[in-house]
T-cell receptor
């Protein structure tokens, strides 16, 4: 079992729809959770981080964390073609220092 | 302010050559991380520094890989006797303190021929 799992996709949604990206993790002691966006040929760009159970909203993005079920999700409202990218989920655990453990990423395609 | 910078952006090395990849973190960031990203995969941890101290190098794939950050700012990742399997994008990230969010540089794409 991988430490951080994401569906590789591609996930295809029409413009204006809500895109839902999911991530599960195996280390129950994980405390910090991050979503990065990576355009093709570019480096990961931090878009959201969440530490507490519940929802955290930032513009069109909402991160959701459920530690009991060990999953974290990212919702993108009013999806735009410019949101088309690979979304990486990353987890940080105190017993692993400050390093990030990444999932393989979910490719999102927003169709005009 | 300026973000994380890396150089070179692209490097082609013949098998057996040594390479050195440089990372300049965000000013004031204490923690610096190196990751390796293969095509179609998420980044994988290599090593990290807190100031000049290398606290974890468990992700370095072999003893051909060596990293340093002698003055607690710029870091260099060195790969000796490069092999084809070393071909990847090498990403550097920094954070203000250990445990904070990490910001990535543009990466160095290494191709070993």
């Amino acid at each position: 079992q991988k430490e951080v799992e994401q569906n590789s996709g591609p996930l295809s949604v029409p413009e204006g729809a809500i895109a839902s990206l999911n991530c599960t993790y195996s280390d129950r002691g994980s405390q910090s959770f991050f979503w990065y966006r990576q355009y093709s040929g570019k480096s990961p760009e931090l878009i959201m981080f969440i530490y507490s159970n519940g929802d955290k909203e930032d513009g069109r993005f909402t991160a959701q964390l459920n530690k009991a079920s060990q999953y974290v999700s990212l919702l993108i409202r009013d999806s735009q073609p410019s949101d088309s990218a690979t979304y990486l989920c990353a987890v940080m655990s105190p017993n692993q220092g400050g390093k990030l453990i990444f999932g393989q990423g979910t490719e999102l395609s927003v169709k005009p | 302010g300026a973000g994380v910078s890396q150089s070179p952006r692209y490097k082609v090395a013949k098998r057996g050559q040594d390479v050195a990849l440089r990372c300049d973190p965000i000013s004031g960031h204490v923690s610096l991380f190196w990751y390796q990203q293969a095509l179609g995969q998420g980044p994988e941890f290599l090593t990290y520094f807190q100031n000049e101290a290398q606290l974890d190098k468990s992700g370095l794939p072999s003893d051909r890989f060596f990293a340093e950050r002698p003055e607690g700012s710029v870091s260099t990742l060195k790969i000796q006797r490069t092999q084809q399997e070393d071909s990847a994008v090498y990403l550097c990230a920094s954070s203000l303190e250990l445990g904070d969010e990490q910001y990535f540089g543009p990466g160095t794409r290494l191709t070993v021929t």
